[in-house]
């Protein structure tokens, strides 16, 4: 089993901007879909972001769409999270997640989650959108 580290996230003002980094060791990332979620103060975790290994499926939650871009480097078995015009409601925890393209597509890890159960999830990191 491998792991993934997230980090980049901090406290910053409305507006602005974040990148986050999902470090993944242990594996490589050439046969993944990797996904952001995001935990809000008393929500349930939720699917922002997925990205599948061809590079051209990619889901957004339409509370970022236009906001946020996923983006991967498998030569360097990284994904990221670049977050523009951030809001207050954006604040939690980001988590990265790693499933096998076979067990699950990225539709389904990111809208239900499915799958995930048998990937590979980083600890989190905190963002936080503050005045």
């Known amino acids: 089993q491998g792991q993934l580290v997230e980090s980049g996230g901090g406290l910053v003002q409305p507006g602005g901007s974040l990148r986050l980094s999902c470090v993944v060791s242990g594996f490589t990332l050439d046969d993944y879909t990797i996904g952001w979620f995001r935990q809000a103060p008393g929500k349930e975790r939720e699917g922002i972001s997925c990205?599948?290994?061809?590079?051209?499926?990619?889901y957004y939650a339409g509370s970022v769409k236009g906001r946020f871009t996923i983006s991967r480097d498998n030569a360097m078995n990284t994904a990221y999270l670049h977050m523009d015009h951030l809001k207050p409601e954006d604040t939690g925890i980001y988590y990265c997640?790693?499933?096998?393209?076979?067990?699950?597509?990225?539709?389904?890890?990111?809208?239900?989650?499915?799958?995930?159960?048998?990937?590979?999830w980083g600890l989190g990191t905190q963002v936080t959108v503050s005045s």
């Open positions: 997640l790693a499933v096998k393209t076979i067990i699950t597509t990225f539709l389904n890890m990111c809208t239900s989650q499915l799958g995930a159960e048998y990937g590979v």
């Open positions: 990205i599948d290994n061809t590079d051209y499926n990619v």
